[in-house]
């Protein structure tokens, strides 16, 4: 690994006074493991850090991938990494004690269906034991995991039952030795994924799924109020949107960032642009926001500031700019835009920044683009760190 740090203030722009006090840079670093350096994974550890699970490959190697876990701060500072190699694809994983649970799924599918493995794992990522899940998915499905109340594991997954036409998400309940306690399927018009799964305030769960009607060629947010057991308390369906993220705001409510597709009749042309939707606790909408001032935007993640404001962190492709930038942008608690930057290095392959919020301090962790033209594996980890 390959750290290289340089700190200093940003040079003074033509932005406002207003505008220059906020989210000053102070500093930035890299991280490389080799030509090309891809994030796939990002999620907090229970220890209050960040855990990257990286790929990587060699400049004299470029068609032999290795992977990596890195472990960095909310500053953005390495703590350790280590090589790590699954037999099948990360999907999600939960950390408990000394322990993850991971789930893995098939992609060797030839265009079949694919299937999901659910693994333990110790802190240095030994291998444990494996329970296959002998269930059909569909290649592009999903499937997420949490920890309830009463250490048992809660799993969702999109299925199909084959040579039917029926499909659906199901839910299943695991105890830590990975013996299946129960299981339900509950069967979907249209093709469902499941997206994110996150407790309520009464110590039930917000499953995030995203629903796709054929008919109406409409894409929706499908959000889901579960119990403890999977068992279903309401769902309500929000339409023409893409969902990336889901969180708990400190006032109680619940805010979805994701995208949706638009076409403008003249051109014929499709433009992926950014979506924030904010809902009371019961589902009730509050407010939503577009963001469509780019051909093409892609989310990151979101979090909430000290003053109670959000941050929201994307890839975008400008109109008149081949290259992709990263992009952050601010939105108070009424939906208003207030700050926005567009950072003039580009981005990695198919990539978009993170950002993590410490005492004083947002850090966005992304990849750069550092190679020539004809060279497009050569990027590092990009470590930028901003006032809050």
């Known amino acids: 690994m390959t750290l290289v740090s340089c700190n200093g203030q940003e040079k003074q722009t033509n932005r406002d006074k207003e505008t220059e006090l906020h989210f000053q840079e102070i500093g930035e670093s890299s991280i490389s493991f080799g030509g090309h350096n891809s994030i796939l994974n990002f999620k907090a550890t229970a220890d209050n850090n960040y855990l990257l699970y990286l790929r990587t490959n060699q400049q004299d190697n470029i068609h032999k991938d290795d992977f990596y876990f890195l472990k960095i701060s909310p500053k953005g500072d390495s703590i350790n990494s280590l090589p790590i190699s699954f037999e099948n694809f990360l999907t999600d994983y939960i950390e408990l004690d000394q322990f993850y649970y991971v789930i893995t799924t098939d992609l060797r599918t030839m265009g079949g269906y694919t299937k999901d493995f659910l693994n333990k794992y110790d802190k240095n990522w030994k291998l444990i034991w494996s329970r296959k899940i002998n269930k059909p998915k569909y290649p592009d499905g999903s499937t997420v995991l949490t920890l309830t109340r009463n250490n048992e594991i809660l799993l969702i997954a999109n299925e199909f039952i084959p040579k039917t036409t029926k499909i659906g998400i199901s839910f299943r309940r695991y105890n830590l030795d990975g013996e299946l306690i129960s299981e339900n399927l509950m069967f979907t018009k249209g093709h469902s994924k499941p997206i994110s799964i996150i407790q309520s305030a009464d110590n039930n769960y917000y499953l995030t799924a995203e629903q796709y009607d054929q008919d109406a060629n409409i894409n929706s947010l499908w959000l889901m109020k579960l119990t403890q057991k999977g ?108 700050f926005d930057r567009k950072f003039e290095y580009s981005v990695g392959i198919s990539s978009v920044p993170f950002l993590i919020r410490t005492e004083g301090q947002i850090t966005i962790i992304g990849q750069k683009w550092i190679g020539k033209f004809g060279d497009p594996f050569h990027d590092i980890i990009q470590v930028t760190k901003l006032t809050e």
């Open 231 to 338: 068992d279903t308390i309401w769902t309500k369906k929000y339409p023409n949107f893409y969902s990336c993220q889901t969180i708990l705001t400190t006032n109680g409510d619940l805010l979805f960032y994701g995208s949706n597709y638009s076409q403008t009749e003249e051109q014929k042309t499709h433009y992926h642009y950014l979506k924030i939707i904010s809902l009371d606790t019961e589902g009730n909408l509050k407010w939503q926001k577009d963001i469509k001032q780019n051909y093409y935007e892609k989310p990151g993640n979101v979090i909430e500031t000290q003053s109670g404001s959000y941050l929201f962190s994307s890839t975008i492709t400008p109109v008149k700019d081949k290259g992709d930038r990263a992009y952050v942008f601010e939105l108070d608690k009424n939906g208003g835009l207030t």
